[in-house]
C-alpha cells in the first residue's frame, strides 16, 4: 500500500504566521491527494482535493502545491480557526491511505 | 444540505456484535460511494472501506477485510458498518463519509458525518 508521510508532527505557531505542511507519498499517486482538517471534537472537513483545488467554501489563505510525490498545503495569516490537525489523503491507488497527520497548535 | 448522520456512541463487550448506521440525505443517495474511516489516537485516520449504494458493491481495505462487513439500504438511505465479535482493539470513533463526486472510487470525501464512538470493554 501507499504510505503517506507528513511532516513535521506537531507546529507550534502564532496567529498572522504562515505555514507549509508537508506530505509524501512512497510512490506516485498523480494529483489524486486531498487535504483535510480537524478541529478538536469534530470531524475532518475537505480542505484541498486533485491535490491543488480548493473545496467550497475554502477560504483563498489556503492553497495546495505539488512537486513529484511531495504535496505541500500552506495556510496563510493563520487564523485561531485553523488550529487543530491536518490529514492528506491519496485516493489514486488501493487501499486508500491517510498521512498520520500534522497538529497545528497555537506556540 | 447534505447531510450524513451517524448512530450514537456505544459501549459492548468484547465477542459482542454491532452494527453501526450512516443515515444520508440531501442527494441520490444510490449516486455516490459512501466510506467508512477509524480513528485511534495511535494509528490516526484508517480507510476501512467503500459500498455502492445502488448494488451494495464493497471495496475493503485488507487491514478490515474480513474484520467488518460495510453494506447499504438504498431503499433507507443508509449505510452500515457491521461487526461480529468485536475486540478490545475495535475501540475508535469511526466516520462515515460520502465521495464528493458522483458515480467514481477516484475521490475524496465530503462530507463527513460526525463520527460514531464504540467502546469495547469487558
Known amino acids: 500500500e501507499i504510505v503517506m508521510t507528513q511532516s513535521p508532527a506537531t507546529l507550534s505557531v502564532s496567529p498572522g504566521d504562515t505555514v507549509t505542511l508537508s506530505c509524501r507519498a512512497s510512490?506516485?499517486?498523480?494529483?489524486?491527494l486531498a487535504w483535510y482538517q480537524q478541529r478538536p471534537g469534530q470531524a475532518p472537513r475537505v480542505l484541498i482535493y486533485?491535490?491543488?483545488t480548493r473545496a467550497t467554501g475554502i477560504p483563498g489563505r489556503f492553497s495546495g502545491s505539488k512537486s513529484g510525490i511531495e504535496f505541500t498545503l500552506t495556510i496563510s495569516s493563520l487564523q485561531s480557526a485553523d488550529f487543530g490537525v491536518y490529514f492528506c489523503?491519496?485516493?489514486?491507488?488501493?487501499?486508500?491511505?491517510f498521512g498520520q497527520g500534522t497538529k497545528v497548535e497555537i506556540k | 444540505e447534505v447531510q450524513l448522520v451517524q448512530s450514537g456512541a456505544v459501549v459492548k463487550k468484547p465477542g459482542e456484535s454491532l452494527r453501526i448506521s450512516c443515515k444520508a440525505s440531501?442527494?441520490?443517495?444510490?449516486?455516490?460511494?459512501i466510506g467508512w474511516v477509524r480513528q485511534t489516537p495511535g494509528k490516526g485516520l484508517e480507510w476501512m472501506g467503500l459500498?455502492?449504494?445502488?448494488?451494495?458493491?464493497?471495496r475493503y481495505s485488507p487491514s478490515f477485510r474480513g474484520q467488518v462487513t460495510i453494506s447499504a439500504d438504498k431503499s433507507i438511505d443508509t449505510a452500515y458498518l457491521q461487526w461480529s465479535s468485536l475486540k478490545a482493539s475495535d475501540t475508535a470513533i469511526y466516520y462515515c463519509?460520502?465521495?464528493?463526486?458522483?458515480?467514481?472510487?477516484?475521490?475524496?470525501?465530503?462530507?463527513w458525518g460526525q463520527g460514531t464512538l464504540v467502546t469495547v470493554s469487558s
Open positions: 463519509a460520502r465521495h464528493a463526486r458522483v458515480g467514481t472510487t477516484n475521490d475524496w470525501f465530503d462530507p
Open positions: 440531501g442527494y441520490t443517495f444510490s449516486n455516490n460511494w
Open positions: 459500498v455502492w449504494p445502488g448494488d451494495s458493491d464493497t
Open positions: 510512490q506516485t499517486v498523480l494529483t489524486n
Open positions: 486533485d491535490a491543488t
Open positions: 489523503q491519496q485516493y489514486n491507488d488501493w487501499p486508500r491511505t
